[in-house]
């Protein structure tokens, strides 16, 4: 509903003027018909709820729809468009609902777009920042086969399993980097703070220092006196490498080089694989010739280095290689997962193959995350063991001996 302020006469010739809750301004004019006043004017007027939701629209660029938003978008049209409801007013009614500034703006323009005749794929992929390839890919094939709130429905799962993996990846991450922020903390306090002070005890007595001393407090007078140009530095060097991995040949090297970090390399690279698999078995299952399916695939798995060899599978099978084939070429799977891959080519189940294998890469990934904590304790041990014996030698040594020549 719209409030419409208006302007017309009565049956007197009079002037009159006004305010009415409507769907449209057409419907006030039929109104304002029936009860004998003749529109002069009929101007929709912004409620003080639509005023909010223009402030917060201009602050868009601040926000962001999160994987829960679209789960519960998902959720929410499966449950709509099974119970027949049609898909503009449930756009519309999803946008009056919804807490996010930017999400309900989406939805007022694809009910925009879809009450100007467009197909809802087509007004998804006018928020290529919103939905992803697949996504439209989905819903396009939910809509030439009369099957959309399935497609919702797969959506739906899809990004619940996503954002689980994505949940335990955190998890696992979270402890490591915890530890290695507050080491890095405790080395810039000693630097800054710790280091001086001894400085200044040490000088008071005289006498040569040890070289592991005299290294430190290089160190330390180099941070003291030259810190604005290291913050300057480092906040340069990571726009830099912003900048830089957003290039195409920056981020095709990144994502090659981060598969092979240590310890973490492994765990990424099963991710992705998981998640091509996942994604490639829904794709098929929902109809979509197996060509186009790898190119929505090469751009869903999210490292810019596996999607080229996806691409380059593609190309295979366009030459006319069986999908097997040119799974082997690229050189991505494990031979246990290439007999699962194998044996569903030549079943003609290789949506249900691909779904397996996208079980056995989430259980490896589920036991890797489980497990790295453990497989970094022992890196973490080391240098804080190095960071304790650094001060020993440098701080406490000289401290002794400084301690054994007075006593002495």
């Given at each position: 509903?719209?409030?419409?302020?208006?302007?017309?006469?009565?049956?007197?010739?009079?002037?009159?003027?006004?305010?009415?809750?409507?769907?449209?301004?057409?419907?006030?004019?039929?109104?304002?018909?029936?009860?004998?006043?003749?529109?002069?004017?009929?101007?929709?007027?912004?409620?003080?709820?639509?005023?909010?939701?223009?402030?917060?629209?201009?602050?868009?660029?601040?926000?962001?729809?999160?994987?829960?938003?679209?789960?519960?978008?998902?959720?929410?049209?499966?449950?709509?468009?099974?119970?027949?409801?049609?898909?503009?007013?449930?756009?519309?009614?999803?946008?009056?609902?919804?807490?996010?500034?930017?999400?309900?703006?989406?939805?007022?323009?694809?009910?925009?777009?879809?009450?100007?005749?467009?197909?809802?794929?087509?007004?998804?992929?006018?928020?290529?920042?919103?939905?992803?390839?697949?996504?439209?890919?989905?819903?396009?094939?939910?809509?030439?086969?009369?099957?959309?709130?399935?497609?919702?429905?797969?959506?739906?799962?899809?990004?619940?399993l996503e954002r689980q993996t994505v949940k335990n990846v955190k998890q696992a991450t979270r402890y490591p980097l915890f530890v290695m922020v507050a080491i890095s903390i405790a080395i810039?306090?000693?630097?800054?703070?710790?280091?001086?002070?001894?400085?200044?005890?040490?000088?008071?007595?005289?006498?040569?220092?040890?070289?592991?001393?005299?290294?430190?407090?290089?160190?330390?007078?180099?941070?003291?006196?030259?810190?604005?140009?290291?913050?300057?530095?480092?906040?340069?060097?990571?726009?830099?490498?912003?900048?830089?991995?957003?290039?195409?040949?920056?981020?095709?090297?990144?994502?090659?080089?981060?598969?092979k970090f240590p310890i973490v390399g492994p765990i990424f690279y099963r991710v992705i694989l998981g998640r091509f698999a996942r994604t490639f078995s829904i794709v098929l299952k929902a109809?979509?010739?197996?060509?186009?399916?790898?190119?929505?695939?090469?751009?869903?798995?999210?490292?810019?280095?596996?999607?080229?060899?996806?691409?380059?599978?593609?190309?295979?099978?366009?030459?006319?290689?069986?999908?097997?084939?040119?799974?082997?070429?690229?050189?991505?799977?494990?031979?246990?997962?290439?007999?699962?891959?194998?044996?569903?080519?030549?079943?003609?189940?290789?949506?249900?193959?691909?779904?397996?294998?996208?079980?056995?890469?989430?259980?490896?990934?589920?036991?890797?995350?489980?497990?790295?904590?453990?497989?970094?304790?022992?890196?973490?041990?080391?240098?804080?063991?190095?960071?304790?014996?650094?001060?020993?030698?440098?701080?406490?040594?000289?401290?002794?001996?400084?301690?054994?020549?007075?006593?002495?």
């Amino acid at each position: 509903m719209a409030i419409f302020s208006y302007r017309g006469r009565n049956k007197e010739g009079s002037e009159v003027k006004g305010q009415l809750d409507a769907l449209s301004a057409s419907l006030v004019a039929a109104q304002l018909t029936a009860d004998g006043i003749t529109p002069i004017t009929i101007e929709e007027k912004a409620s003080e709820i639509q005023k909010q939701k223009s402030q917060d629209i201009q602050l868009k660029f601040l926000q962001k729809i999160s994987i829960d938003e679209l789960i519960m978008f998902c959720r929410q049209m499966y449950s709509l468009t099974k119970a027949g409801v049609p898909i503009t007013r449930a756009m519309r009614g999803l946008a009056n609902t919804v807490k996010n500034p930017l999400m309900a703006e989406t939805l007022d323009q694809l009910a925009g777009d879809l009450e100007k005749g467009h197909a809802l794929s087509s007004a998804l992929a006018k928020h290529p920042k919103v939905f992803s390839e697949l996504y439209i890919s989905m819903i396009h094939v939910g809509e030439n086969t009369g099957q959309l709130d399935d497609s919702f429905r797969q959506m739906a799962a899809y990004l619940e399993l996503e954002r689980q993996t994505v949940k335990n990846v955190k998890q696992a991450t979270r402890y490591p980097l915890f530890v290695m922020v507050a080491i890095s903390i405790a080395i810039a306090i000693i630097n800054v703070f710790v280091i001086p002070a001894f400085k200044s005890v040490f000088e008071s007595f005289g006498g040569a220092m040890p070289w592991q001393t005299q290294v430190l407090i290089t160190i330390s007078d180099f941070t003291v006196n030259w810190w604005h140009s290291l913050l300057a530095a480092i906040a340069l060097s990571v726009f830099l490498f912003v900048r830089w991995k957003k290039t195409d040949a920056g981020r095709m090297t990144w994502d090659r080089r981060k598969l092979k970090f240590p310890i973490v390399g492994p765990i990424f690279y099963r991710v992705i694989l998981g998640r091509f698999a996942r994604t490639f078995s829904i794709v098929l299952k929902a109809g979509v010739p197996i060509e186009q399916g790898l190119s929505i695939v090469a751009n869903a798995v999210g490292n810019k280095y596996i999607g080229q060899k996806v691409a380059g599978m593609r190309q295979g099978i366009e030459r006319g290689e069986s999908f097997t084939q040119t799974a082997h070429q690229a050189e991505m799977f494990s031979p246990l997962v290439m007999q699962m891959l194998a044996v569903g080519e030549e079943t003609g189940r290789v949506d249900q193959m691909l779904e397996e294998a996208a079980g056995f890469y989430e259980q490896e990934v589920e036991y890797d995350l489980k497990n790295l904590t453990s497989a970094i304790e022992p890196i973490l041990i080391v240098a804080i063991g190095g960071m304790v014996l650094v001060l020993a030698l440098g701080v406490f040594l000289p401290l002794w001996e400084l301690s054994t020549t007075i006593n002495g």
